[in-house]
């Protein structure tokens, strides 16, 4: 087959498209290119100005955010009208995924540090996704589900750990988490 050909019929994935950018996340990195292309078209692109509110705690959860570029603060509100960081998000991290699957409201605060470019993906996008691409959305649930399950066994080792260090007794190892 002529080279010209090949190139057109074997298209891959440029490193500036934002299927690019999905399959890098551990949530669909075991989607196909095909599903890529899918899912491409139902995530929603924001771009934000540095400083600006992405939501706050409290405030009904719909759906996950990933960073594309700039920086985004996580926090919880303190006494005295302080902030708590809980963590500093940079390209390629992701938060407000459990609410993708069930409502609930937000546990904390998300602001932008710098311009950013968020990928959101919605409860509404993904339920209309499973009505069109069943085995779609069952690849991204179950990329979903490895991660927070992933997240879930770090802290509970973290909780562990600190537990030791101020003396308490850890819970039982039956227990699961």
Avoid: C
């Avoid at 996580?74 to 708590?84: L, P, T």
């Avoid at 998000?89 to 540090?113: H, I, K, V």
């Avoid at 066994?153 to 537990?163: C, F, V």
């Amino acid at each position: 087959m002529d080279p010209l050909w090949t190139n057109i019929f074997r298209k891959k994935l440029s490193e500036e498209s934002l299927a690019f950018f999905l399959k890098n996340l551990p949530i669909f990195s075991e989607l196909s290119p095909r599903a890529l292309k899918i899912l491409e078209g139902i995530v929603h692109v924001r771009s934000y100005k540095g400083n600006e509110t992405i939501f706050e705690e409290g405030d009904p959860g719909s759906g996950m955010y990933m960073i594309r570029s700039g920086t985004v603060k996580i926090y919880s509100g303190g006494q005295d009208n302080s902030e708590n960081e809980l963590a500093s998000l940079a390209q390629g991290d992701f938060f407000g995924e459990t609410t993708l699957t069930a409502p609930a409201p937000r546990s904390a605060s998300a602001r932008t540090l710098e311009p950013t470019e968020l990928v959101g993906l919605f409860r509404a996008d993904i339920l209309e996704l499973a009505e069109k691409y069943p085995a779609i959305s069952s690849s991204i649930f179950l990329g979903l589900t490895r991660v927070v399950s992933e997240r879930l066994q770090a802290a509970s080792l973290e909780i562990r750990r600190l537990q030791k260090q101020i003396g308490e007794q850890p819970a039982p190892e039956n227990v699961e988490t």
